[in-house]
């Protein structure tokens, strides 16, 4: 952009701004949501309640399928990159 335009689109920094903290936090709030980490430590987690004994099957398998149903979201939402602000 040139001097001039610099100069006349002055009055809408705190806009700009404002906007691109509004991305940074739109990608932190995804990034934390969209992570497979926790979803995978509480599979773990969760076969381990199985095998001690602490729930049932069938809560097991209805829990499990939860938890993998979000991870499948997880991989096709990083497959595709979606994502709003995402380029």
């Given at each position: 952009?040139?001097?001039?335009?610099?100069?006349?689109?002055?009055?809408?920094?705190p806009v700009r701004g404002v906007g691109w903290v509004m991305e940074r936090?739109?990608?932190?709030?995804?990034?934390?949501?969209?992570?497979?980490?926790?979803?995978?430590?509480?599979?773990?987690?969760?076969?381990?309640?199985?095998?001690?004994?602490?729930?049932?099957?069938?809560?097991?398998?209805?829990?499990?399928?939860?938890?993998?149903?979000?991870l499948a979201e997880i991989r096709e939402f990083r497959e595709e990159g979606?994502?709003?602000?995402?380029?």
């Amino acid at each position: 952009m040139g001097l001039f335009t610099e100069i006349v689109l002055l009055p809408l920094a705190p806009v700009r701004g404002v906007g691109w903290v509004m991305e940074r936090v739109l990608e932190a709030a995804e990034d934390e949501y969209y992570d497979p980490v926790p979803i995978q430590r509480e599979l773990a987690e969760l076969e381990a309640r199985l095998l001690a004994g602490e729930i049932d099957e069938e809560t097991f398998d209805r829990r499990e399928d939860e938890l993998l149903d979000k991870l499948a979201e997880i991989r096709e939402f990083r497959e595709e990159g979606r994502g709003l602000y995402r380029d």
